[in-house]
């Protein structure tokens, strides 16, 4: 598998998935050396821990050709002060060009968008790949439900491997985290604790990036790139996993033509199913509000399929 960008969340990504023991990873990055380096302090690592895939970095994608998995993480992060919004058209551009390369040298892989504004990054790379819509998925959900997730462990006293949590909609403030759907060791959420402390914790899910960005000066790294890796091993392991994804819906949940989050089988094929929830008529209304938000910020696309 490969990751373009050997940043933090790149970097994170590749040395999880190395550390399954089941790929090799190519890591690609545009700074000289770095990748390199990064691959090598990996590949060292694995005397310590006893992980044995081949780790290569690069500045070319020549060593990329064949991939089954593709996650593009390249891109400008957020700053302080910075919304997803703002770095559409620049990352427009980085997207567009790393998708045409790997494309190019891995016709049948799947690619995992990792790169932000993540919705709008896979319209971006969907269409410069011309890959049907299967094989291109954004990873966010994932990190959005983990989030969910941790601040439920905390406030409920309970582990967060009891916690079932799910959140939908696009990847940021306008996010759905699905209330009617969240248990702790199946116990509905609403009968654990207040109204008033979930639509807290709701909010500061929705607010989890920024709150990160605001605390580190930048985007967050360790939970994104595990939940990229997460997303690997369901499709290289073809475990079938149903998982929040960044998917493109042509009338699921009300919603065409857009990429947004929502519940997806995911297995070798890419997005082999997805998978519908019954909503209540609120967060079927939060739903739609977050699809007219997504698609604003699409809207500005130069790149279209």
């Keep these: 598998m490969t990751v373009v960008g050997a940043g933090n969340v790149g970097a994170t990504c590749a040395l999880e998935v190395a550390r399954r023991d089941y790929a090799d990873v190519v890591l690609v990055d545009i700074i000289p050396n770095f990748a390199a380096g990064k691959a090598l ?119 967060v491997k009891d916690v079932q949590a799910m959140v939908l909609g696009g990847h940021g403030d306008q996010m759905v985290p699905v209330v009617s759907a969240t248990t702790v060791g199946g116990v509905p959420l609403e009968q654990l604790t207040t109204r008033g402390k979930i639509s807290k914790m709701v909010e500061r899910t929705r607010k989890g990036g920024g709150e990160l960005v605001s605390l580190l000066g930048t985007s967050a790294w360790y939970a994104p790139g595990a939940a990229a890796a997460q997303m690997v091993d369901a499709i290289c392991l073809d475990q079938k996993r149903v998982l929040p994804c960044t998917a493109l819906l042509e009338g699921e949940y009300s919603v065409d033509g857009l990429y947004m989050g929502v519940p997806v089988r995911l297995g070798a094929g890419g997005v082999e199913e997805i998978v519908k929830l019954k909503l209540s008529a609120q967060e079927k209304k939060m739903v739609r509000e977050s699809a007219a938000a997504v698609r604003e910020v699409v809207g500005v696309l130069t790149t279209t399929s």
């Design 41 to 159: 302090d990996m590949n060292q690592m694995a005397s310590v821990t006893g992980y044995e895939p081949a780790i290569v970095g690069s500045e070319r994608y020549d060593e990329t050709k064949g991939s089954d998995v593709v996650v593009i993480t390249a891109g400008k992060p957020r700053s302080p002060g910075m919304s997803r919004d703002d770095l559409v058209t620049t990352n427009e551009a980085i997207v567009a060009s790393v998708t045409k390369e790997v494309a190019r040298r891995s016709p049948k892989a799947v690619i995992v968008v990792v790169s932000n504004p993540l919705d709008a990054m896979c319209h971006v790379a969907q269409a410069v790949s011309g890959f049907p819509k299967e094989r291109v998925v954004g990873m966010a959900g994932i990190l959005d439900t983990a989030r969910f997730s941790a601040f439920i462990a905390w406030e409920t006293g309970s582990s």
